[in-house]
């Protein structure tokens, strides 16, 4: 276990939504084995059972949720250090209205409310004291998926995720600062139910993003496609730039519609 990992993430306690997905799964065992607590977010209602390679069982909380009812976590998230955004649908060529409500609600709009729950939650006993240099702060991660900037033939899997990365982009200019970090995973195809051929195993990528939040990166991207590592940080800039000279933090009430 490398050393620089457990000491960033020993003792805090870890909730990662879609807990119970490939990705989410080995998330949990790599937050284990650096000695994090852990609450699994998931909309099954199935137990989750995960066990080490040795096969000693993970301990962790399970507590169920559904997009909708993310206020539910309300009181959750006053006893979390790290929150894990992570649940996510494919669509796939799917192009009806139906399809169309459900990738934005769940790609998007959910992650966005857990974001400003998580973002508005009171902190309780956790091991981070944010903003007295006694500790880390607290952190959201968001994989929102190289999909933002390049196809993933999927039409609205791309657009749910375009508009997620926007809506972070422009809350991360009022939510982040000293008691509150954003981080951005930003993930290649790797394996998992909504993409079985994916070309990484998941356990690759969740030991990488957590390598590489260790090192305090803030975007952390892993893709086999060398464009993504070149294309996104700039996109990321332009667009933050883009969103601080035309938004500001609170504006006049809007008109009234005809």
């Not at 700039?234 to 009234?256: K, N």
Request: glycine content about 8%; overall charge neutral; aromatic content about 6%.
């Amino acid at each position: 276990m490398d050393p620089r990992r457990s000491r960033a993430f020993a003792g805090r306690r870890v909730a990662i939504t879609g807990a119970s997905g490939s990705l989410g799964v080995e998330l949990l065992r790599c937050f284990h084995g650096c000695g994090a607590s852990l609450v699994a977010l998931t909309t099954r209602a199935e137990p989750l059972e995960l066990a080490t390679p040795n096969g000693a069982p993970i301990p962790l909380e399970q507590v169920s949720w559904s997009c909708g009812h993310e206020s539910d976590l309300s009181e959750l998230f006053s006893r979390i250090d790290i929150l894990v955004v992570n649940h996510g649908v494919n669509v796939h060529g799917d192009r009806s209205a139906g399809a169309l409500e459900r990738s934005l609600e769940v790609n998007a709009l959910s992650s966005l409310r857990l974001l400003e729950l998580f973002a508005a939650a009171q902190p309780g006993n956790l091991s981070a004291q944010p903003g007295k240099g006694m500790g880390p702060c607290r952190e959201v991660w968001i994989n929102t998926s190289e999909a933002e900037i390049l196809p993933a033939v999927s039409p609205l899997y791309e657009i749910s995720k375009r508009l997620v990365g926007q809506l972070v982009s422009l809350r991360s200019l009022d939510l982040a600062g000293p008691e509150l970090r954003i981080r951005r995973l930003v993930l290649g195809p790797f394996r998992s139910n909504l993409n079985p051929i994916g070309l990484l195993g998941a356990g690759f990528v969740a030991q990488a993003v957590l390598r590489l939040a260790a090192w305090d990166w803030g975007l952390i991207i892993v893709t086999p496609n060398p464009l993504t590592y070149v294309l996104f940080p700039l996109a990321v800039l332009v667009r933050w730039t883009y969103l601080g000279l035309f938004s500001r933090p609170s504006c006049q009430a809007p008109d009234s519609v005809a």
